[in-house]
């Protein structure tokens, strides 16, 4: 009889914390409801203590999408409090709560000696830290979580005896994280292995992996945790997630699915739902997926060989494993075009995975419009950065009301730009070294500022002369930095607009939000 393993999203808090993926409220409501279509056990909204921007976005998550909501929180008080108060409007929730238990955490993170002056000492504090957080957690939900982080480089034996009092004290599910990516596979195996043989209540908490793929392993140890007892896998939308990511939800799913044979495990992942999933995570994190990532890259289901061509046509099965329908990779392309009506458009926005309303469509068949007139066809690709460019443009506090740009080979490169800011139309000339420095010139003039940009990366959504360019501008600001991205068939406008973007992140995160005060640990 098959067993079930449960699956828990974090691509909206460890995912999010990848460099270079930042995602505003929209966005991340957005992902929240295509993830809700794949049937996932847990999604973990996010970190709601880190940021006020953080704690809104887990609100509405547990406001506007169903199932069971997590909310994460440090082993304290003030965190778990603030993770509750932000989780609580969910129809389901679930407090999960870390602390560092392996030494080089203790030395690093713990090294102040109110937490003890030995190792010894340490580990009896955290210990009672964990558990203290859990019972708190506790008096607001049954579902309690615990994460003993680095558990990867945690001594096994301490391993076992805060994990046993993690689930005295009420968790009902003991995650194992592997941090830094360091285990391997049979180690980390052997490491679940230990907790089901040494723990004596283990039996009343279910056992979860957290892997990360800094040795590109994040998969295979978690296949390893559940063939050791594990039955709970945390995973990412495309393995994104802190430096090198996390286990990806799509590799460990279709896994469990292709080989039922081999491992006799199910999930209840409506799997056609993966591929949508993937492309809204791509394009509003700007965080390209390799063509040969499996199962949502683009050569996952492409036969380049005359032999594999030949071999397909005659019997599929002869080199493809599970088939692109079974992942909803869509089998033909669709092209709309100016003549195509509104509600065309929906049922193909629909199918896409984007939800439209009755004001919200008006809209988006305007730009639908002035885009068709620009490239004549419109390709699936496009209509993603049309809906993806809907969701990042509201609350915008700066807008692009006009560009204009001059150059030639023998002139000084000059731009032109009026800007609404607050109700106020701003507008400034400036030059520059080519025509995107005079355009961010301009719009420093105009808002009186001068940034740091730290990255500028430019590339074509779609193939062809009309191709949309997509331009995302990193601006950073102190120890922070902000991303904008903008797309248009015109690169210099969509720079001018990343950039804005960028810049308004900035203004709302620093100046109009109080960010809520992180105490350095632990
Ligand atoms: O990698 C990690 O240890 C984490 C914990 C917060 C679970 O993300
Ligand atoms: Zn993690």
């Keep these: 009889m098959s067993e079930k393993v449960a699956i828990f999203d974090t691509t909206l808090r460890d995912g999010e914390q990848s460099p270079g993926a930042s995602l505003n409220i929209h966005e991340k409501v957005e992902i929240a409801r295509q993830l809700e279509k794949l049937n996932l056990d847990v999604i973990e909204a996010g970190f709601p203590v880190s940021s006020s921007v953080q704690f809104e976005a887990v609100e509405r998550v547990a406001g506007e999408v169903s199932g069971t909501i997590a909310s994460l929180a440090r082993a304290v008080e003030k965190d778990v409090k603030v993770a509750y108060d932000a989780v609580k409007g969910a129809e389901r929730f679930r407090i999960h709560t870390f602390l560092g238990t392996s030494d080089v955490h203790l030395k690093g993170k713990f090294s102040d000696n109110r937490y003890g002056m030995s190792l010894k000492e340490k580990r009896e504090t955290i210990l009672k830290m964990g558990c203290d957080a859990v019972a708190y957690a506790k008096t607001f939900t049954d579902d309690v979580e615990f994460s003993p982080e680095d558990a990867g480089r945690t001594d096994t034996t301490f391993l076992c005896e805060i994990i046993e009092a993690a689930i005295t004290a009420g968790a009902t599910t003991v995650n194992i994280p592997d941090t830094t990516g360091y285990t391997m596979p049979d180690e980390f195996g052997r490491k679940i292995a230990q907790l089901k043989k040494r723990v004596p209540n283990i ?39 802190e430096r090198a990511g996390n286990a990806s939800l799509e590799e460990i799913v279709m896994a469990l699915k292709v080989r039922r044979d081999f491992w006799d495990f199910h999930t209840d992942i409506r799997t056609e739902e993966i591929f949508n999933t993937s ?63 509104r509600h065309g458009l929906q049922a193909r926005l629909k199918q896409l995975g984007y939800s439209t309303t009755k004001e919200n469509l008006d809209h988006i068949y305007e730009d639908f419009l002035i885009l068709a007139d620009k490239k004549k066809e419109v390709f699936d690709d496009d209509l993603r950065v049309l809906m993806g460019d809907e969701v990042s443009k509201q609350d915008e506090p700066y807008n692009l009301e006009y560009l204009n740009v001059m150059l030639g080979t023998s002139a000084i490169p000059t731009a032109t730009v009026r800007l609404k800011t ?54 950073r600001k102190g120890d922070l930095s902000f991303v904008g991205k903008g797309f248009s068939t015109d690169i210099i406008e969509a720079s001018a607009i990343a950039y804005l973007r960028a810049l308004g992140e900035q203004y709302v995160m620093t100046e109009k939000r109080e960010f809520l005060e992180m105490a350095a640990t632990p």
Excluded: W
């Excluded at 994040?218 to 393995?239: D, F």
């Excluded at 509003?284 to 683009?298: L, R």
């Excluded at 002869?318 to 709309?336: F, Q």
């Design 203 to 241: 039996d009343d908490a279910v056992i979860s992996a957290h892997c990360h793929d800094d040795l590109g392993l994040a998969v295979a140890n978690s296949l390893s945790a559940v063939m050791n007892g594990a039955r709970q896998v945390e995973c990412t939308i495309n393995g994104i997630g």
């Design 279 to 341: 492309v809204m995570v791509s394009s509003f994190t700007g965080m390209i997926v390799q063509p040969n990532k499996a199962i949502v890259g683009e050569n996952a289901f492409a036969h380049e060989s005359g032999i594999h061509q030949d071999g397909v046509l005659k019997l599929k099965e002869t080199y493809e494993i599970m088939t692109p329908e079974s992942v909803g990779v869509p089998d033909s392309k669709i092209v709309l075009g100016r003549h195509s009506g």
């Design 422 to 475: 607050n109700d106020k139309i701003v507008e400034e000339s400036a030059t520059g070294d080519g025509p995107v420095d005079a355009c961010f010139n301009a719009i420093d003039r105009a808002l009186e500022t001068k940034s740091h940009i730290e990255s500028y990366q430019v590339r074509s959504i779609t193939s062809g002369r009309q191709a949309q360019g997509e331009v995302l501008v990193r601006v």
